[in-house]
């Protein structure tokens, strides 16, 4: 609902708030009657407009639903190139058939005496009659006619003829191919039909010189000739014989050999070995020869005597088919590509995939074989000969994709005399391919990767080679790759790659937007495609297509991520583009966003971020370019994006812009070097508009700030140590007790000689720095340069040349480590970890790290509450530390300095001095003699941003997951179950509300600090002030759970809040240092996890010990409203997961109470500690409403809320004196009603949601419920237990959202639940 209609939906039912204190729901939905503003009653009838008002209740937005929440804590970094299905699909050791041995044993006129003939008997060899000329003629052309046959198949190849050879001359023939073929693949064609069959134990038969006899030549010694890999092809009677003892020989082979045999051979056999060639005359006599070499022209003779066209066609006809086999426009060449795109769906489907890819992928000439091997098997079953392979194929000749095949064999020849009599009529193409993409339309809209894969799917590969079909073909690829990972690697495997890449050199502009969606899902499988395509220069496809501002933005988006992983860790990539000019084309649009921003999709700034990052990622040369085009400043305002991902990737590409420099070994070069002064003030800003992302909301972008200083780190380890060892030097100055000591680890004696010098605080110590850096980074006045921190390294075949980074402004060196130590103390357990690393970098070991308890002050919060600290310390001459990067500095009185410097530095950092006693830190990454860089680099924490991105792109795009339906219907049932309870409270009439229905003991040490009830189930959660939360079922009076909030020792727990309760609910607890954590699955025991972690409060005001936050959560806007002891209200979105306001209190009191209203979004009204009470609405200019003080005695409000219903001003207070004031902030300045509840001991207030209670709780073991009119409906005293023992005094209550159930907790850790009905206690 919009502000404007909740607006509208407001002045219809605000009345004058003496008489009508509610607006009931039932009344509304009856659509009978509604209030205007003047307070007549008047009959509407609108049933549409009454559900409308009544979902003001019901909240819409759901937030911390995004990829980012899911198990970011447990993430571990991988990028596309680590799915598990990598390259499976890619052929290892691609091979080609350098020569061909060419074979013939005819002997023609001469029968072999174990050959008894038929007649008619099949004559032909190579559809040539060898008794239609000489013999010796005849075999010559045979022969050359074979050569040419093949040679259609691999041109490239060098062919050997042998006639009816001798021993010896085959001998030469099988040496000098393979001499010639080196380690390329030797076919042996062998036609043996005018020699005896093969024997059993494998030999072949041969000639002698005088050809009287017939030599026997064994198949061992033909395999030690041609070695391998090698193709064998055996045309003759009893073929099988030769392909068993083949067998047997690789058998033994292998068993004798100690490793795993590397032989690749394989056999082709006309027949089994009990088998004879058909010697039927309408057969060839080679017909195993004829199907392999000529399968179009066999396979369509076969069809004729087969099919109705017997009688009317002339075999001679198809001789003369028109057009060629390459052109796929003419009847010849259609019919050849259709038989490949059947065969190859055929063996895909059959064979296993290995298999098919050694057969079908790995080399042209065996792939065309065995597709005509194919045939042969299916033509010779005809005869009662079956054709065999080693390897050995499943049975194909009856699959159904032959009758595909027939289909597209009748209509050719169906027209076939028709343009060979008048050459004007023109060629009707086979409906062959768009049936076979209708059919595969057809499984994509009902398969799943559970069901058979589709079949049609090497036939799309085959499509892609036709203009007419193929935009169709890649739009239905598309869509089947976004089924998922396994659909790419299917088709990848189907050998789709090569297609989809020799596209890119095509100009069709409306191929362009389908073929970059088909990458990125390529890429998003496999990363090692950047080679195939930088090398085919593709990448100059995707910059073009990234610069064309008329594709969508979604889509310039996919064409970034796929520069990103063309350039990801492959340097030929980053520059080809970088060459290419794709800096300047994301630079541009960066700038043009900038400027739009209202008209720019999140993700296209997302990648063009991502994909700089990378280009400039250990690649001086590109991030002198990216310098020189002034990117960091182009970067600043991205670091404000609403987006939590853009400002990861924003922050990540500033980031690998820093200089990395792995060389510990060279902090003994001069000081007196000469640095450009304009490039220190870029790398300062660089590193401001890092430090920025520390107060960020989103743990996705501080973990980004983290990796960004551990590579600051690494380049100006030096400086950080001295800016660190600065504090230690400082522990001798008496007014700086408190400062933390760091945890020095053993080093080297050089290194330490090296450090101390710099130790100095003289020279070195940030704390001895005038002006030190006032107020936010951004605000201070200089231009947004960029860091030039690489522009003298120089690089060579990658490897970047060690130099010393140029030394920066001590301030910025002392806000760095600070930063690191904040990152250390990080509410997110995984960027506390990276934080820790970081510290690791330089000298810091955090295993020396502990929190303490001073003796002279309270409990220190959590160090992660530094960076919104706005305590100042004032050193040397009156300059100041800031310790916050977003507000502006309020300079404290001098006498209150040490107090906010206790605060921030909670840490005890233990340290052990080396051996001079001014050395600075050591350097744990240091061995003896110092380490390599590769070592060093193994410390660097690894960025999660880019790999997390990337998973983004691995999920389906084009279709809404499947269970959206499934969370609407939830969400229905839950809306409607809401609306019949808000109802139902409505027009409640309590009575007492006493009943106690549960009682739970909770076991807290400290007793129960906080509570909350689920809206849809009997569940309780507690918890105390350890921050130990347990969840428990009050109906079945079971622990559901138990778990802490954090392991930091700095504990106290402010509220429990419940995010998205319509939907799939959330836990939001607060804890008292102002650090919010967002909990799923919290009701599981164990298995609770942590979603998202931040710090919702900003610097202190002076004097200040401990935060003391407040905090409300607002579900109808989505914002957090959180305060304590600063002087300001932050309003927090927590989709954006960023702060979207800063509410000045205009008070020089802290804030003690908060409530956000449940029904006006952006309202929310505040108690202060002196007694007054404001209401505030941030969606006004001014943002303050209202403020009166109604509380006479001016004592801590206690507890403040709004009244249930729609009215926007009324609001009840409590104070710690005992009096519960009503008020109308908008009409009243005083209380219209005051009720004395408690006398000095109120301890909580609670108002129920939508029902006329109030309840309050005292110290003196005392509830007391009223209603609106101020009219005591019950009190509940807590007696003696049958131990006598007292009862402690009430810590919190809480009502339920839509019942009217109320729980209390105690400070003895017991939480009882109250109801009106009488209810046997639990």
Same mark, same amino acid.
């Given at each position: 609902m919009t502000l404007g209609d909740l607006m509208t939906s407001q002045t219809a039912v605000v009345v004058d708030h003496e008489n009508v204190d509610r607006v009931n729901i039932r009344d509304l939905e009856a659509g009978s009657s509604s209030i205007s503003n003047n307070g007549v009653v008047v009959d509407n009838g609108k049933a549409a407009a009454m559900t409308t008002t009544s979902m003001v209740y019901l909240p819409q937005n759901v937030c911390f639903c995004e990829l980012r929440h899911d198990a970011f804590e447990d993430y571990v970094p991988s990028g596309p190139a680590d799915t598990g299905l990598v390259s499976k699909w890619r052929i290892k050791d691609r091979m080609k058939t350098g020569c061909v041995a060419l074979v013939l044993c005819l002997n023609i006129s001469v029968d072999p005496p174990d050959v008894i003939k038929i007649s008619p008997c099949a004559r032909m060899q190579c559809w040539i009659d060898p008794f239609s000329v000489a013999p010796q003629r005849a075999l010559e052309t045979i022969g050359r006619t074979l050569n040419e046959q093949y040679e259609r198949w691999q041109p490239k190849a060098r062919y050997k003829i042998s006639l009816d050879p001798t021993v010896d001359e085959l001998k030469k023939l099988c040496t000098t191919c393979r001499k010639y073929a080196k380690s390329e693949r030797v076919l042996f064609h062998y036609n043996g039909h005018g020699v005896p069959k093969p024997t059993p134990n494998g030999e072949i038969w041969l000639f002698n010189k005088s050809y009287t006899q017939y030599i026997p030549l064994p198949i061992s010694d033909l395999d030690s000739w041609l070695k391998t890999p090698s193709i064998y092809v055996f045309d003759c009677s009893a073929a099988g014989m030769i392909v068993n003892a083949f067998i047997e020989l690789q058998n033994l082979t292998a068993s004798s050999a100690s490793g795993p045999s590397t032989r690749d051979c394989i056999l082709l056999a006309a027949c089994e070995a009990h088998e004879t060639v058909p010697q039927s005359a309408e057969f060839p006599a080679d017909v195993f020869t004829s199907c392999l070499t000529t399968p179009i022209k066999m396979a369509l003779r076969w069809f004729c005597t087969r099919s109705l066209l017997r009688e009317s066609l002339d075999y001679s006809l198809i001789d003369r088919i028109p057009g060629r086999q390459t052109d796929r426009k003419t009847p010849l060449g259609e019919l050849n590509w259709i038989f490949t795109a059947v065969t190859d769906t055929i063996a895909w489907n059959v064979l296993p995939r290995d298999l098919f890819q050694r057969l079908f992928r790995q080399d042209l000439l065996v792939a065309s074989l065995f597709r005509n091997f194919l045939l042969a098997e299916r033509i010779m079953r005809s005869a009662n000969c079956s054709p065999i392979s080693y390897p050995m194929l499943?049975?194909?000749?009856?699959?159904?994709?032959?009758?595909?095949?027939?289909?597209?064999?009748?209509?050719?020849?169906?027209?076939?005399?028709?343009?060979?009599?008048?050459?004007?009529?023109?060629?009707?193409?086979?409906?062959?391919?768009t049936e076979q993409l209708t059919a595969f339309e057809v499984w994509l809209d009902h398969g799943s990767e559970n069901k058979k894969p589709p079949e049609q799917l090497p036939i799309v590969l085959q499509v892609l080679l036709s203009q007419c079909h193929r935009f169709r073909a890649l739009v239905l690829l598309g869509r089947f790759l976004d089924m998922g990972l396994w659909a790419v690697d299917l088709a990848l495997s189907v050998g789709i790659f090569p297609y989809v890449l020799k596209l890119l050199q095509t100009t069709t502009p409306e191929l362009r937007q389908i073929l970059v969606f088909i990458w990125t899902k390529i890429l998003a499988l496999d990363k090692s495609c950047q080679v195939d395509l930088v090398k085919d220069g593709g990448h100059v496809y995707f910059i073009r297509f990234l610069d064309s501002v008329e594709a969508y933005p979604e889509q310039r988006a996919m064409a970034a991520f796929v520069l990103a992983v063309i350039v990801d860790g492959h340097r030929r990539g980053q520059v080809a583009c970088m060459e290419a000019g794709l800096i300047n084309v994301c630079l541009k649009h960066l700038q043009g966003s900038i400027a739009n921003d209202a008209q720019t999709e999140p993700l296209f700034l997302q990648w063009l971020c991502l994909c700089l990052g990378k280009l400039w990622e250990d690649f001086t040369e590109a991030q002198v370019r990216g310098l020189q085009a002034d990117a960091p400043a182009i970067f600043v305002p991205l670091l404000s994006q609403s987006q939590p991902e853009v400002r990861a990737a924003s922050i990540f590409a500033l980031g690998t812009l820093l200089d990395v420099v792995f060389d510990t070994s060279r902090d003994d070069i001069g000081e007196d070097e000469d640095y450009d002064d304009e490039e220190i003030i870029r790398a300062e800003v660089i590193m401001r508009s890092l430090l920025s992302g520390l107060s960020d909301g989103s743990p996705l972008v501080r973990a980004e700030v983290a990796v960004a200083l551990a590579r600051f780190a690494f380049g100006h380890k030096k400086h950080l140590k001295s800016a660190a060892a600065a504090y230690l030097k400082s522990q001798s100055n008496s007014m700086l007790?408190?400062?933390?000591?760091?945890?020095?680890?053993?080093?080297?004696?050089?290194?330490?000689?090296?450090?101390?010098?710099?130790?100095?605080?003289?020279?070195?110590?940030?704390?001895?720095?005038?002006?030190?850096?006032?107020?936010?980074?951004?605000?201070?006045?200089?231009?947004?340069?960029?860091? !030039?921190?690489?522009?003298?390294?120089?690089?060579t075949n990658g490897v970047?040349?060690?130099?010393?980074?140029?030394?920066?402004?001590?301030?910025?060196?002392?806000?760095?480590?600070?930063?690191?130590?904040? #990152?250390?103390?990080?509410?997110?357990?995984?960027?506390?970890?990276?934080g820790r690393k970081v510290l690791l970098i330089i000298g810091i070991d955090q295993n020396s790290v502990k929190s303490t308890v001073e003796s002279t002050t309270s409990p220190s919060p959590s160090f992660a509450g530094l960076n919104r600290s706005s305590s100042w310390f004032d050193m040397s001459g009156g300059g100041h530390l800031p310790l916050t990067f977003r507000t502006p500095p309020v300079s404290p009185p001098r006498s209150s300095y040490l107090t906010g410097i206790r605060r921030v530095y909670s840490l005890d950092f233990r340290h052990h001095l080396m051996n001079s006693p001014d050395s600075g830190l050591a350097d744990p990454l240091l061995g003896s003699g110092g380490s390599s860089g590769a070592s060093e680099r193994s410390f660097l924490p690894q960025s999660t941003i880019y790999n997390w991105s990337c998973g983004h792109f691995s999920k389906p795009l084009l279709n809404a997951a499947d269970d959206s339906e499934e969370i609407i219907t939830r969400?229905?049932?839950?809306?409607? #179950?809401?609306?019949?309870?808000?109802?139902?409270?409505?027009?409640?009439?309590?009575?007492?509300?006493?009943?106690?229905?549960?009682?739970?003991?909770?076991?807290?040490?400290?007793?129960?600090?906080?509570?909350?009830?689920?809206?849809?189930?009997?569940?309780?959660?507690?918890?105390?002030?350890?921050?130990?939360?347990?969840?428990?079922?009050?109906?079945?009076?079971?622990?559901?759970?138990?778990?802490?909030?954090?392991?930091?020792?700095?504990?106290?727990?402010?509220?429990?809040?419940?995010?998205?309760?319509?939907?799939?609910?959330?836990?939001?607890?607060?804890?008292?240092?102002?650090?919010?954590?967002?909990?799923?699955?919290?009701?599981?025991?164990?298995?609770?996890?942590?979603?998202?972690?931040?710090?919702?409060?900003?610097? #202190?005001?002076?004097?200040?010990?401990?935060?003391?936050?407040?905090?409300?959560?607002?579900?109808?806007?989505?914002?957090?409203?959180?305060?304590?002891?600063?002087?300001?209200?932050?309003?927090?979105?927590?989709?954006?997961?960023?702060?979207?306001?800063?509410?000045?209190? !205009?008070?020089?009191?802290?804030?003690?109470?908060?409530?956000?209203?449940?029904?006006?979004?952006?309202?929310?009204?505040?108690?202060?500690?002196?007694?007054?009470?404001?209401?505030?609405?941030?969606?006004?200019?001014?943002?303050?409403?209202? !403020?009166?003080?109604?509380?006479?005695?001016?004592?801590?409000?206690?507890?403040?809320?709004?009244?249930?219903?729609?009215?926007?001003?009324?609001?009840?207070?409590?104070?710690?004196?005992?009096?519960?004031?009503?008020?109308?902030?908008?009409?009243?300045?005083?209380?219209?009603?005051?009720?004395?509840?408690?006398?000095?001991?109120?301890?909580? #207030?609670?108002?129920?949601?939508?029902?006329?209670?109030?309840?309050?709780?005292? !110290?003196?073991?005392?509830?007391?419920?009223?209603?609106?009119?101020?009219?005591?409906?019950?009190?509940?005293?807590?007696?003696?237990?049958?131990?006598?023992?007292?009862?402690?005094?009430?810590?919190?209550?809480?009502?339920?959202?839509?019942?009217?159930?109320?729980?209390?907790?105690?400070?003895?850790?017991?939480?009882?639940?109250?109801?009106?009905?009488?209810?046997?206690?639990?």
């Open positions: 499943p049975p194909t000749h009856q699959h159904h994709m032959w009758d595909a095949w027939d289909m597209a064999a009748e209509i050719c020849l169906l027209q076939l005399p028709t343009l060979l009599d008048d050459p004007n009529v023109e060629f009707q193409p086979s409906p062959f391919f007790t408190s400062l933390p000591s760091f945890a020095v680890k053993s080093s080297v004696a050089g290194d330490s000689q090296s450090i101390s010098r710099d130790g100095r605080v003289s020279t070195s110590s940030p704390v001895a720095t005038p002006g030190f850096m006032h107020g936010s980074p951004l605000s201070d006045g200089s231009s947004h340069h960029s860091d !030039s921190g690489r522009l003298g390294d120089a690089v970047v040349n060690h130099k010393r980074p140029r030394p920066l402004d001590n301030s910025v060196y002392s806000q760095c480590v600070l930063a690191m130590c904040v #990152l250390s103390k990080d509410s997110s357990p995984r960027v506390a970890g990276l969400r229905e049932e839950k809306e409607k #179950l809401a609306l019949d309870l808000i109802a139902k409270c409505q027009h409640c009439s309590v009575n007492r509300l006493h009943n106690q229905i549960a009682s739970w003991d909770t076991k807290f040490e400290c007793g129960t600090a906080t509570a909350l009830l689920q809206p849809f189930s009997p569940v309780v959660i507690a918890s105390d002030e350890s921050e130990r939360i347990r969840v428990w079922n009050y109906k079945e009076a079971t622990l559901l759970n138990s778990f802490d909030n954090h392991g930091y020792p700095d504990k106290g727990i402010s509220k429990l809040c419940l995010v998205n309760e319509l939907d799939q609910s959330l836990l939001l607890v607060a804890s008292s240092d102002g650090n919010i954590r967002i909990w799923k699955d919290y009701t599981a025991r164990g298995q609770q996890k942590l979603v998202s972690a931040f710090s919702s409060i900003q610097g #202190l005001r002076p004097g200040s010990r401990s935060v003391n936050a407040v905090v409300d959560w607002q579900q109808q806007s989505g914002y957090l409203f959180a305060s304590g002891e600063i002087s300001s209200i932050m309003a927090w979105d927590l989709e954006k997961e960023q702060p979207v306001n800063t509410t000045p209190t !205009s008070s020089a009191c802290s804030i003690s109470a908060l409530s956000a209203s449940q029904v006006h979004a952006g309202q929310f009204g505040a108690g202060f500690v002196d007694g007054s009470v404001k209401l505030f609405d941030i969606r006004m200019p001014e943002m303050l409403v209202c !403020s009166t003080r109604p509380h006479p005695k001016a004592e801590r409000v206690v507890g403040v809320g709004f009244q249930p219903g729609l009215q926007p001003a009324k609001v009840v207070s409590a104070s710690q004196a005992g009096d519960i004031q009503f008020l109308d902030m908008r009409n009243l300045k005083e209380a219209y009603l005051t009720i004395d509840a408690h006398r000095g001991s109120l301890t909580s #207030l609670a108002l129920h949601r939508h029902a006329p209670l109030v309840a309050s709780g005292s !110290s003196k073991q005392l509830i007391k419920v009223f209603n609106l009119e101020g009219e005591q409906l019950g009190t509940i005293r807590y007696l003696s237990t049958f131990m006598a023992q007292k009862i402690g005094s009430v810590r919190c209550l809480t009502f339920h959202p839509y019942e009217v159930l109320l729980a209390a907790g105690a400070a003895d850790s017991c939480v009882s639940i109250y109801a009106d009905e009488v209810a046997p206690p639990r």
